[in-house]
């Protein structure tokens, strides 16, 4: 961390510079005005089993803003799947209830309705910031005198990022390289003047890379959000297998594991088959699989073929919708990758979420272990 630390100041000196350089309309402060009313703190609720200890209450935080006069709010599907309650924390001190109106599963994003009235949502960008620019990332901190909201900058690296989440794929993404937050799922990325540039959907790690969040720009989040305000929701296509192999690999994806009581079980797929070819394409990567899976949706039946032993089977599978706990990119920073970062007085920029991070991981692993259980009747058939 200490090494880390003195890169951290230089960026946030490098910041002040370019603002001051660019003069008073790029200072931020304008921007943290133009955040403070539409930025909120997004709080989901959900029961553990007690058949599956430890049980109790686990909770979830994340990034949400409003995108309507009505108290329309934008916010990711991370912690919503099966949560028993959802409540909106405004740093103003307002609160309400929530619940889910629509949802765009590819997206990771999901749209609430909240009791709150005259809202306001952020003013589009007239342009991305350009590489080499930087955005600022908007969210909320838990403060000892209430919740605060937060700017945290980043350096615009790139317009083209293509990515695939969840088979999905995600062209002319905004990569930003900075620090990265948990509970930054959904949410929302400004330019210096607090103007909506894009939302957060994704981050990658890498070893030898400081993360990178690519962001969905908001010409791109656009329609999405029209179709949710519409009460569309958007499922994925969903077999119930994890796969290994190698891409370009000759004979295939093989299947690693079956999960309970999915479309892959119910149509007899056994771990250690091999699947060669999903409808006419050829399978010589296992995101080929993820793709045309996703392509066909729920309720739709492929044809795969399979190398079993030294059979090759032709076995129908119906798709049902993918569980909306596989949803979205986002997920817990490594915990070497958790720093601090400093602030500035009279304007919070990228502070710690130490109990907000913590509260995250508690659940990340109780869902680790949720999935290792679902998963455990399968890899016992191996």
Not at 245 to 251: L, N, S, V
Not at 274 to 283: A, D, F
Request: with cysteine.
């Amino acid at each position: 961390m200490r090494r880390r630390l003195p890169r951290a100041l230089a960026a946030c000196a490098a910041l002040l510079a370019a603002m001051a350089a660019r003069g008073a309309a790029q200072d931020p402060r304008a921007a943290l005005e133009r955040a403070a009313p539409v930025v909120a703190c997004v709080r989901s609720t959900l029961s553990l089993p007690e058949e599956s200890p430890p049980a109790g209450e686990a909770h979830f935080s994340n990034a949400g803003f409003f995108v309507g006069t009505q108290g329309e709010m934008l916010t990711s599907l991370l912690g919503l799947a099966g949560c028993r309650e959802i409540r909106v924390f405004c740093p103003d001190g307002r609160q309400s209830e929530a619940t889910v109106a629509a949802l765009d599963q590819a997206s990771g994003l999901a749209l609430l309705r909240t009791e709150l009235r005259d809202t306001a949502p952020f003013a589009p960008a007239p342009a991305l910031p350009s590489p080499g620019a930087w955005a600022l990332v908007a969210s909320v901190r838990q403060r000892a005198d209430g919740l605060s909201t937060v700017l945290s900058p980043g350096l615009v690296t790139r317009h083209n990022a293509d990515v695939r989440i969840h088979g999905v794929a995600w062209d002319g993404m905004l990569g930003l390289a900075g620090h990265v937050w948990s509970g930054w799922a959904g949410a929302p990325v400004l330019d210096m003047e607090g103007r909506l540039a894009g939302v957060v959907l994704a981050v990658t790690y890498e070893a030898a890379r400081e993360p990178e969040v690519l962001v969905l720009p908001e010409g791109d989040l656009a329609p999405i959000l029209a179709r949710l305000k519409q009460g569309e929701t958007r499922r994925l296509g969903w077999l119930g297998i994890t796969l290994t192999g190698e891409p370009g690999a000759r004979e295939g994806a093989r299947i690693r594991s079956v999960l309970k009581d999915s479309p892959a079980q119910r149509a007899r797929l056994h771990a250690d088959d091999i699947i060669l070819q999903i409808g006419p394409h050829v399978v010589d990567d296992p995101a080929v699989v993820a793709r045309h899976v996703v392509e066909a949706g729920p309720g739709r039946t492929v044809e795969l073929k399979v190398l079993r032993g030294d059979a090759i089977l032709t076995i129908p599978v119906a798709l049902e919708a993918r569980p909306l706990l596989v949803s979205g990119g986002m997920r817990q920073p490594p915990p070497d990758r958790i720093r601090p970062w400093p602030t500035l007085d009279g304007m919070p920029l990228a502070p710690e979420f130490a109990d907000l991070v913590r509260e995250n991981q508690r659940l990340q692993e109780r869902l680790r272990e949720l999935e290792r259980q679902v998963q455990a009747p399968a890899l016992q058939r191996r």
